[in-house]
């Protein structure tokens, strides 16, 4: 019965995680981490590092997704990328000095607002338009966004990559389908970095729980992934909102239910 619940567990949590990487490039940390937590009782620094190793593959196989479809602006995103890599293992190291950790309401309810933002403003930004920023307002911003964003993914293990979307989006200007895949390229380091970093300073975590974990992310992210791409803009943005809005109403309930 335990193995079941287990099983079950990790099934809705990887479900929820891979769509929302999937469709909106945020991190699976975010929907992980709390589900372990609170249905299976797994310590906070464990299930976040357990989330973090989810985000790996889920997130290489949407930037693939991403990438065959052109929907990928790595140049223009290393700045961030790397200014996100250091700060996460910051971040990570930072956070094992705390005696407890909890999934904060304030990411969720900010991933709510940002999920509005998507459904009543939908970010109907070109390519061409988006090629005509001039780099240097690009690289500022991707070394602020990148430096805030990298933190917050190593302390908490989630709200990466949905930050990063908004960024891009709003600050950067990118186009919403080069966003997201922009956006999971950077995450399969960032999710990496962040994992390895959380096991090296804290200890392997459940082999079970992990695999299956990685194993349902995975999936639900190449099948969200490939039906994003073939989106029109329109529809992607109204997904967009949909899954932030709902994965953190669940995510909110959750943390209520601890």
Same mark, same amino acid.
């Given at each position: ?75 223009? =995103?290393?700045?961030?990328?790397? +200014? *996100?890599?250091?700060?996460?293992? !910051?971040?990570? &190291? %930072? /956070? ?76 950067? =200007?990118?186009?919403?389908?080069? +966003? *997201?895949?922009?956006?999971?390229? !950077?995450?399969? &380091? %960032? /999710? ?67």
């Amino acid at each position: 019965m335990d193995l079941f619940i287990k099983i079950l567990v990790c099934f809705f949590a990887g479900a929820g995680a891979g769509i929302g990487t999937g469709f909106a490039g945020m991190s699976a940390a975010a929907v992980v981490g709390p589900m372990l937590i609170t249905f299976l009782g797994i310590p906070p620094y464990e299930a976040v590092g357990i989330g973090l190793a989810s985000d790996v593959l889920a997130s290489a196989v949407s930037s693939y997704n991403y990438k065959k479809s052109k929907n990928i602006d790595i140049k223009n =995103g290393v700045v961030m990328m790397i +200014a *996100v890599l250091v700060m996460t293992v !910051i971040g990570s &190291f %930072t /956070a094992k000095f705390l005696p407890e950790r909890a999934m904060g309401n304030t990411m969720q309810i900010s991933m709510i607002i940002i999920g509005l933002r998507f459904l009543l403003k939908p970010v109907m930004t070109t390519k061409a338009q988006m090629e005509g920023i001039p780099k240097s307002k690009r690289i500022r911003n991707a070394l602020i966004g990148g430096i805030v964003i990298g933190f917050i993914c190593g302390f908490i293990g989630a709200g990466g990559g949905m930050m990063m979307l908004f960024i891009l989006t709003s600050f950067l =200007g990118y186009e919403l389908h080069t +966003a *997201v895949g922009t956006s999971v390229f !950077i995450m399969t &380091f %960032t /999710a990496l970095t962040g994992a390895v970093s959380h096991f090296t300073i804290g200890e392997m975590p459940d082999t079970a729980t992990l695999l299956l974990c990685i194993l349902f992310t995975f999936i639900w992210a190449q099948i969200a992934s490939k039906i994003a791409n073939k989106a029109q803009t329109k529809t992607l943005n109204r997904v967009v909102g949909a899954v932030l809005i709902i994965t953190s109403a669940v995510i909110l309930t959750v943390n209520f239910l601890k």
